[in-house]
């Protein structure tokens, strides 16, 4: 079992395709153990209002 701990650009790749997507893709194997900062789900919230165009 491999460990990894996943950024929020990273996490974003699995839902907007973009340049690495299907290497952002692998790591949703269940083979892994994916662990995220304590800031993940602020910075990945930012990532995909900037991605899909939201204005504040």
């Not at 994916?34 to 995909?48: D, G, I, K, Q, S």
């Amino acid at each position: 079992m491999s460990h990894y701990v996943v950024d929020a650009s990273v996490a974003v790749k699995w839902f907007v395709p973009e340049a690495h997507s299907d290497s952002a893709l692998r790591l949703r194997d269940q083979a892994h153990t994916l662990h995220v900062p304590a800031f993940f789900t602020l910075e990945f919230a930012n990532a995909c209002a900037k991605s899909f165009g939201v204005k504040s």
